[in-house]
């Protein structure tokens, strides 16, 4: 083999590896673009009640989507889900924005948002022990980076 074949090679291999790890990144919903923001978390000593909203914003029914009107019926009638092997799981809240609960509190559903052929940025997120009757509702449109509650889910 010729040294213009192997540069070559090595070119399109290169190319290959860095469309997989974005591939990868994509999947698990990393941001490789912004290197300068990082993610504290910090203990705290108090617990915030289940019914009190983290943010401060509250948004209701009339003021979200309406998929994530669909969301929030398919969640009190037990489904079916758009994503069942991704909604109704446990939403660990690693963020930390939610008042910190028991591990299994959280799960989190995904508001579809047309147009796009992925599970997008849009959830909503429960907390509670009995998963169609929860105690609490939050929406997030960022995935993540912020959350309304939603009063009137139910």
Known sequence: MTAQPRT??????????????????????????DSSSTTTTTASSTTASPA????????SLDSLPQEA?????????GGPFDYPDNDGTRFGNYEGILPQQDRNYYREYTVGTP???????RRIVTG????????????????????????DAE
């Open 69 to 77: 009107d669909e969301v929030i019926d398919a969640i009190v009638t």
């Open 115 to 121: 147009g796009l052929n992925h599970r997008g940025p």
């Open 8 to 33: 070559r090679l090595r070119t399109v291999l290169a190319s290959l590896g860095g469309i997989a790890v974005a591939g990868v990144a994509a999947w698990f919903g990393l941001d490789l673009g």
């Open 128 to 151: 509670g022990t009995q998963p169609t009757d929860p105690e609490v509702w939050y929406y997030t449109s960022d995935h993540y980076e912020s959350f309304c509650e939603i009063p």
């Open 52 to 59: 009190s909203d983290p943010t401060g914003e509250t948004c």
